[in-house]
C-alpha cells in the first residue's frame, strides 16, 4: 500500500516535499554553524547525546513551521491545480520563483542572526528594525565591520548553492506536472488521499504542535537546562515574526504613566532606598544577621481563589473548611491582592515580585527576560526549583518563561498518564498534587532543599469534578462543587505530606493567582476578582498564629520568604518583606484599569484618564473632597509600574543589578 501511494502521489506533491527538504536541509546548515561560532560556551555545559539530538529535533519544528508558510500558498495552488484536474507545466515557474525568493528571505535572515546573537545574546527579533529609518546608517555598518562581511559573503554563497540545488528540483518537474486522466479509478482516488494527507501535514507543520491549546512559540524551545541549545532550537525568522507580532499588539505597547525619572525618584522614595544607583535604581542589599534556614519552600498558586470563597471572610458556605484551618494555624495576610486577572499575571509577579503592566502580557515578551526573584534566589542557595502544572506547559508560554528564568524542571501534562486528563486543563488536582509527592521525596533522598510550585486548575472553566474519587460535594452548583473539591485537594495533600520525612522542615505558602467576580463593584472594578488568601504555614513558625491587616500582594511573597528564611540578599523588585515592613497602599491590574487600596480607601484609574475614589466601608465615591489622597495614591502605583517597565526596557530586572 505504501508503494502505492508513492506511486500515486501526485508530482506537485512529490515536488513540494523536495522543496520542504531542500530548505530543511539549509536551516539545519545554519544551526550547525550558530552551534560551531558558538562552541566555547558548548565546551563549558558539554551536554549529553540526548540533548543534541533533541535540539534538532526541536529545531527540525520550529524550521518546518517557516518552510509550511513559505510552500502554503504554491501548496493551495498546485493542490487545487490537481484536483480539479487543471494544471500546466509553466504555470510552476512564477510559483517556483516565489518559493525561492522567501527562502532567500529566510536565509539572509538566517546569516544576519549569528552575528546579532553574539552581540545581543539574543535570536534575532524586532529590535533589528531599531535602526529602519536609517537604512544607509545600516549599510555602512554592515560593510565597515569585517565579521558582517563574513556573514554576508556567506549567505551569497549559500544562496548560490540553494539556487542550484532547487534547479535541478524544478527542471525535473517542470515538465512532468500537467494533469494527465488517471488510468484507473482506484489510482485516481489514491491521488486525491496523498493530496488531503499532504494538507493535513501543512496544517500541522504550521501549527508547530498538536496540543489543542496553544501553537508553537518561542517559549516551547526551552526544554532543557542550557540556555544555548534553547536558542540554537529556535528559527531566527520565527523569533523575527514572533516579536514582531507581539510588539503590535495593543497590550504590549508601553506605558505612559509619568516621566520615567520622576517614576525611578519616586519609588526608590517609597521603598526606603537610599543613595545613588542610576544603573540599578530599584536594588538594595538586605543582610540578615540570624542564622539561614534551609527550609522547602512549597508554593501552592489556586486557581481563581478568591477571598471571599473562605469562611474566614464572612462566607458562611462551608467551601474551603482546609484552607480555614490552615489561616488559622498559620499566617493569614487578609489585605492580600493578586497583581492581575490573568494566571499569568499570578505566576510572573508571584514568582518575580514584579507587577502587572496593565493589559501586557509579560510572560509572551521576545527575547524572554530574566528576572530575579525566587526561582533566582533559591538556585543561588543551592535550592532544586521545579513548577507543577496540570495541563500544557506552553499555555501563557508558562514553561520557556519558566525554564529561562531559573526553573530547573517543569512537570506538565506531557508527564502524566494520557488516561487522567479529564479536560483541556488537564489532570486534576489532586492528581498533580498526588504526583508531585514522589518527586519532592526524591529531592530530599538527594539531600537537597527544594522550592516547588505547584498550579492549580480545578476552579476554572471548563468545570469538573472528578467522579472516581472518595470526594462528593455539599453543593449542587458547580462553582461551588469545584471550589470544594480544589479545597478537598490541598486538604488531601497536607495529609500526606504531613507523613514525608521532608515535612517538618518545609514552608508551604497558598495563595489564588487571581480573584472570582462578585457583586462587590466601585465603580467599574470589582475588588473581589483581585482579593485573594494568602496564607503560610509550617511547623517551624513557631509564632502562629499571626494575622497581617496591612495591604499587600503578590509582589511581596519573594522578598517576605527570603526574610522568613533568614537569607541574605540583593532585592532589585518592587517587593517588600511584609514581616519587617509595610506599604502605604497595594495596586493591583484590573486590565484596562487598576486599582489602590489602604487605609480604608480604595483609588480607580482607568486608561481613558477616568478616576475615582471609594471609601471602602459605605462604597460612597469621595473624589471631590479627598483629591490630594487620590494624588498620591495615584502616583504611587504610576512611579511602581513605570519604574517596573523602565527596569524590563532597559534590561534591569536580571542578576547583576547590584546595590551601591
Keep these: 500500500m ?61 524550521d518546518t513551521v517557516i518552510s509550511c508558510y513559505i510552500l502554503v500558498l504554491p501548496g493551495i495552488l498546485l493542490l487545487t491545480a490537481d484536483i480539479t484536474k487543471y494544471s500546466n507545466g509553466r504555470a510552476l515557474r512564477p510559483l517556483h520563483y516565489f518559493i525561492c525568493s522567501l527562502y532567500l528571505a529566510a536565509f539572509l535572515a538566517c546569516a544576519a542572526d549569528i552575528p546579532f546573537f553574539l552581540s545581543f545574546n539574543s535570536r534575532l527579533n524586532v529590535t533589528i528594525l531599531n535602526w529602519s529609518d536609517s537604512p544607509m546608517f545600516m549599510l555602512k555598518m554592515v560593510l565597515e565591520e569585517k565579521s558582517f562581511l563574513a556573514y554576508l559573503l556567506l549567505f551569497i554563497l549559500i544562496a548560490i548553492a540553494y539556487l542550484a540545488t532547487v534547479r535541478k528540483i524544478y527542471l525535473r518537474n517542470r515538465a512532468d506536472i500537467r494533469w494527465e486522466p488517471p488510468a484507473r479509478k482506484r489510482a485516481h482516488r489514491t491521488g486525491f488521499l496523498a493530496v488531503f494527507l499532504f494538507a493535513g501535514c501543512m496544517v500541522l507543520g504550521i501549527r508547530g504542535r498538536t496540543e489543542q491549546k496553544t501553537p508553537i512559540n518561542t517559549g516551547t524551545a526551552y526544554f532543557c537546562e542550557y540556555e544555548l541549545l534553547n536558542n540554537a532550537a529556535l528559527n531566527p525568522v520565527f523569533t523575527f515574526i514572533y516579536s514582531y507580532i507581539e510588539i503590535r499588539k495593543p497590550e504590549n505597547k508601553t ?42 519552600v512549597v508554593l501552592v498558586l489556586m486557581e481563581s481563589m478568591a477571598a471571599f470563597y473562605m469562611d474566614r471572610f464572612a462566607h458562611t458556605a462551608d467551601l474551603t473548611p482546609n484552607l480555614d484551618t490552615l489561616a488559622a494555624r498559620g499566617y493569614s495576610f487578609d489585605n492580600f491582592y493578586s497583581a492581575g486577572l490573568h494566571t499569568f ?88 498534587f498526588n504526583y508531585a509527592l514522589p518527586i519532592l521525596n526524591d529531592y530530599h533522598r538527594q539531600g537537597r532543599p527544594f522550592f516547588a510550585t505547584l498550579m492549580t ?49 518545609t514552608i508551604f505558602v497558598f495563595l489564588g493567582d487571581h480573584g472570582a467576580w462578585a457583586n462587590d463593584p466601585y465603580g467599574d472594578l470589582h ?47 518592587v517587593g517588600i518583606d511584609l514581616l519587617h515592613q509595610s506599604r502605604p497602599w497595594i495596586y493591583f491590574g484590573s486590565d484596562d484599569k487598576f486599582g489602590v487600596l489602604g487605609r480604608g480607601k480604595l483609588y480607580v484609574w482607568y486608561n481613558n484618564g477616568r478616576e475615582n475614589l471609594f471609601d471602602l466601608a459605605s462604597k460612597a465615591e469621595i473624589l471631590a473632597v479627598n483629591r490630594p489622597l487620590a494624588d498620591s495614591m495615584r502616583d504611587y502605583a504610576f512611579a511602581m509600574m513605570q519604574t517596573s517597565q523602565w527596569m524590563l526596557r532597559n534590561g534591569k530586572t536580571g542578576a547583576g543589578q547590584q546595590a551601591r
Excluded at 52 to 58: D, R, Y
Excluded at 365 to 374: C, E, K, Q
Aim: hydrophobic share 40%; charged share 15%.
Design 2 to 62: 505504501y508503494f502505492k501511494i508513492l506511486h500515486k502521489t501526485p508530482l506537485s506533491v512529490k515536488y513540494l516535499v523536495k522543496m520542504y527538504l531542500t530548505g530543511i536541509a539549509f536551516f539545519t546548515f545554519f544551526r550547525l554553524l550558530f552551534l560551531f561560532v558558538n562552541r566555547a560556551v558548548l565546551e563549558t555545559i558539554r551536554p549529553g547525546k540526548g540533548i543534541w539530538l533533541s535540539t534538532f529535533l526541536m529545531g527540525l519544528r520550529y
Design 457 to 505: 486548575v480545578s476552579n476554572h472553566p471548563p468545570y469538573e469534578v472528578p467522579g472516581d474519587i472518595s470526594f462528593k460535594a455539599k453543593h449542587t452548583d458547580i462553582n461551588s462543587g469545584c471550589v470544594e473539591y480544589a479545597d478537598w485537594s490541598i486538604g488531601q495533600f497536607m495529609k500526606q505530606a504531613a507523613k514525608q520525612a521532608w515535612f517538618p522542615h
Design 527 to 573: 475588588r473581589e476578582l483581585n482579593h485573594i488568601p494568602c496564607i503560610i504555614y509550617s511547623p517551624v513558625l513557631k509564632d502562629a498564629p499571626r494575622i497581617f491587616n496591612e495591604p499587600a500582594g503578590q509582589i511581596d511573597i519573594f522578598p517576605t520568604l527570603a526574610g522568613l528564611l533568614h537569607f541574605s540578599y540583593n532585592n532589585n523588585t
Design 345 to 432: 499575571n499570578g505566576i510572573f509577579s508571584t514568582l518575580y515580585a514584579y507587577p502587572a503592566l496593565m493589559a501586557r502580557h509579560t510572560m509572551y515578551i521576545d527575547p524572554i527576560p530574566h528576572y530575579t526573584g525566587l526561582p533566582y534566589l533559591m538556585k543561588q542557595q543551592g535550592y532544586k526549583t521545579i513548577y507543577f502544572t496540570t495541563h500544557d506547559d506552553q499555555f501563557d508560554n508558562v514553561g520557556g518563561f519558566l525554564r529561562a528564568n531559573y526553573v530547573d524542571r517543569i512537570v506538565s501534562q506531557a508527564d502524566y498518564p494520557s488516561s487522567e486528563v479529564i479536560n483541556a486543563l488537564g489532570v486534576p488536582d489532586h492528581f498533580m
Design 255 to 296: 506605558l505612559h504613566l509619568m516621566d520615567d525619572g520622576a517614576a525611578i525618584a519616586l519609588a526608590r522614595q517609597y521603598l526606603g532606598i537610599t543613595g545613588t544607583n542610576s544603573a540599578a535604581p530599584l536594588a538594595r542589599e538586605v543582610v540578615d544577621t540570624m542564622k539561614q534556614e534551609k527550609y522547602n
